[in-house]
């Protein structure tokens, strides 16, 4: 006789270990008080972003606006119609083109030889060592932090004297004074964390000094320089003070925020065409900005971090 077989063996399920309530508890809580901490940071987050936001929707949204909804007694936040009549009246007011180019004029100018200055003092600092280099930075850093404001009075008896008002060249210059401390902070700092072992390198390659500069360092220092660039034209192309005070009698020579702030008529201000203009004036710094974005933020922040 044969033995009976042994029935088959079943497998052994284990449960899964589970966490001890206390473990579970403190995870709980853990997690409460990660979410009443960001609730906080979002509404504020929120309130800055609608705050931010609110001003540039509203005049897009009022350039839009036909005109018996912009001159409404209770406001009109989502309109039931848009128009485009605003903006064709902006294009074609009398000289907006020429003011309009007079801004690229000034801006284009300003940032170019505000580059080629800072470039040169922020290289002589980083990379060379002389006598009163330290004061020399003390000075910049002193010119970046001063009200500019308090120059008006002072700029209008020098061009005044020089028989420069009415001028676009003057207002270049001018241009060139409040972008210039900030370009030679910005591009001082970003030389400092380059290695000048790559210059000498190039040096002893056969390079000259200037051969290596613009070969080695001056490709590194391309964030650097969009992120100046795009600040020296933000500042030359909003500036409205010293525009408003140095062209008096010649008024071809306005620049768009002058003639912004004075873009009405005899029956009064047109809103609409008013926010018109303005949209067409914000579009090209914006249209800047988005495109340089991230090499702008790289150039920052390099330049913060290494300097």
Same mark, same amino acid.
């Given at each position: ?7 088959? @063996?079943?497998? +052994? ?47 897009? @949204? ?24 605003? /903006?064709?009246?902006? +294009?074609?007011?009398? #000289? ?12 284009? #100018? ?28 003390? @000075?910049? /850093? ?70 290596? /500069? ?94």
């Amino acid at each position: 006789m044969t033995a009976p077989a042994a029935p088959p @063996l079943l497998p +052994v399920t284990k449960n899964p270990p589970t966490a001890a309530p206390g473990k579970r508890a403190r995870g709980n809580a853990a997690r409460k008080r990660r979410l009443a901490r960001s609730v906080p940071r979002g509404i504020a987050a929120a309130v800055v972003f609608v705050l931010s936001v609110f001003p540039v929707y509203w005049m897009v @949204l009022t350039a839009l606006k036909p005109n018996a909804q912009i001159q409404s007694e209770t406001p009109v936040f989502f309109p039931t119609s848009l128009t485009f009549d605003h /903006f064709s009246d902006a +294009v074609h007011a009398d #000289g907006f083109w020429g003011f309009w180019r007079n801004s690229l004029l000034v801006t284009a #100018g300003s940032v170019l030889l505000a580059l080629v200055v800072a470039l040169a003092a922020a290289y002589a600092v980083a990379r060379l060592r002389w006598r009163g280099r330290r004061a020399f930075i003390l @000075l910049v /850093f002193v010119a970046q932090v001063a009200p500019w404001e308090a120059l008006l009075i002072p700029m209008y008896i020098i061009a005044r004297d020089a028989g420069m008002l009415d001028r676009l060249s003057m207002l270049t210059l001018v241009s060139f004074m409040l972008t210039l401390p900030f370009t030679v902070v910005t591009l001082r700092s970003f030389l400092s964390g380059i290695p000048p072992e790559l210059e000498e390198a190039a040096q002893v390659d056969g390079c000259t000094r200037a051969a290596a /500069f613009r070969r080695v360092t001056l490709p590194l220092l391309a964030p650097g320089l969009l992120a100046t660039s795009l600040f020296g034209c933000i500042t030359a192309w909003n500036e409205f003070a010293f525009a408003n005070m140095l062209i008096i009698k010649n008024q071809d020579d306005r620049t768009l925020p002058v003639w912004l702030s004075s873009f009405s008529n005899v029956f009064g201000t047109d809103w609409g065409a008013t926010m018109a203009a303005s949209t067409l004036f914000a579009l090209p710094v914006l249209v800047l900005f988005l495109v340089l974005q991230r090499r702008v933020g790289a150039g920052l922040t390099s330049g913060a971090v290494k300097g």
